[in-house]
């Protein structure tokens, strides 16, 4: 089963919908397989004197969401460009409402954000959709991720799991890969990460581990002014992560047989060693230890084979510094 990777745009795109475009382009090139952006519908989701949260605390989020929020047709016009690039559009939904929004779009699958885990009346609105759901953790604990998981499968069976860290950006000692392993035998269904860290190496162990789901924050620069920018990966990182990845896939989905040597003929012919000797043998001398010695190439008689050659007598005169031969022994 091929990973699927998601660039998390999010609103890095800081309200401009020429930089969405151009998002999504850029998650073409690097090789990822979503491009998901976020949908927020300030009225619908929040409060106006909500805090913000500590990692970014340039405007109010209400007037934030207001600022960088796109109308349904230009939405339609991102999906429709997703398209033309042979990627998949997504959006996360912050409301029932955004999901209403998205359903119009024709959303294949939906992604839910960690802080929508406890929403169990959205949760069940979007399970009722009959689409598949993937399910970030970051700030759930066992309980409130059980009620999550179960609100679904209600509905539905095709759901994945994501371990997710609500940290930006991650500490290492945070990513919690052993968590991967916890839910797949917890629940049962298909796992991946949400990675905040600044590295692609949670992703690459994460792979190693079967997850099937890598999302990961994309941005042209992090010096980019928003609440996702300084901690998504520019396109040249991103880039190397999918390429990871793939490097990945491959290696476990193929097999090597050690007891076939044929691939390495040349090299075992160019590095091994055989027996030769050290000084010259007469015809008809039993060869002893001491006229022995292993040396390139290993076209000979293999050195594994030593103690079947002493003792024996030789068939001919045998110069120095000859490869031995089994016709040179009687």
Not at 41 to 56: D, G, K, V
Not at 84 to 104: G, K, Q, R, W, Y
Not at 239 to 258: C, F, H, L, P, Y
Request: aromatic share 8%; net charge negative; with cysteine.
């Amino acid at each position: 089963m091929s990973v699927t990777i998601i660039a998390e745009i999010g609103s890095v795109h800081d309200g401009s919908f020429g930089n969405a475009r151009h998002l999504i382009d850029v998650t073409a090139q690097v090789g990822a397989d979503v491009a998901k952006f976020q949908t927020h519908i300030s009225h619908a989701e929040t409060l106006r004197n909500a805090p913000m949260p500590p990692y970014f605390k340039g405007e109010p989020r209400y007037e934030y969401f207001e600022r960088t929020g796109f109308t349904k047709p230009q939405w339609q016009e991102l999906k429709a460009h997703c398209e033309a690039n042979h990627i998949e559009f997504m959006s996360s939904p912050f409301s029932i409402e955004a999901v209403d929004l998205l359903e119009t779009l024709g959303m294949k699958q939906y992604k839910i954000p960690s802080g929508e885990v406890t929403n169990l009346p959205y949760l069940d609105a979007i399970a009722q959709t009959g689409k598949p759901v993937i399910l970030s953790s970051g700030m759930s604990s066992w309980a409130e991720l059980d009620a999550a998981v179960n609100t679904v499968a209600r509905h539905h069976q095709n759901l994945t799991i994501l371990q997710c860290t609500s940290e930006y950006p991650v500490p290492y000692e945070h990513v919690g890969l052993n968590i991967l392993t916890e839910m797949k035998e917890r629940y049962g269904y298909p796992v991946g990460l949400s990675d905040h860290t600044l590295t692609p190496y949670a992703a690459f162990a994460a792979v190693t581990l079967g997850a099937v789901v890598i999302e990961k924050h994309l941005t042209f620069s992090r010096l980019m002014y928003g609440s996702d920018a300084r901690t998504a990966m520019e396109p040249t990182e991103f880039k190397t992560m999918v390429d990871g990845i793939r490097a990945i896939e491959i290696m476990q989905s193929t097999t090597v047989d050690k007891s076939d040597i044929t691939p390495y003929e040349t090299m075992k012919n160019t590095f091994e060693k055989s027996i030769v000797t050290v000084q010259a043998i007469a015809q008809g001398q039993t060869i002893t230890e001491d006229m022995l010695g292993a040396k390139k190439p290993g076209t000979g008689i293999p050195t594994a084979e030593w103690d079947r050659v002493v003792g024996k007598t030789a068939a001919r005169d045998i110069p120095i510094d000859t490869l031995l031969q089994q016709e040179d022994m009687a």
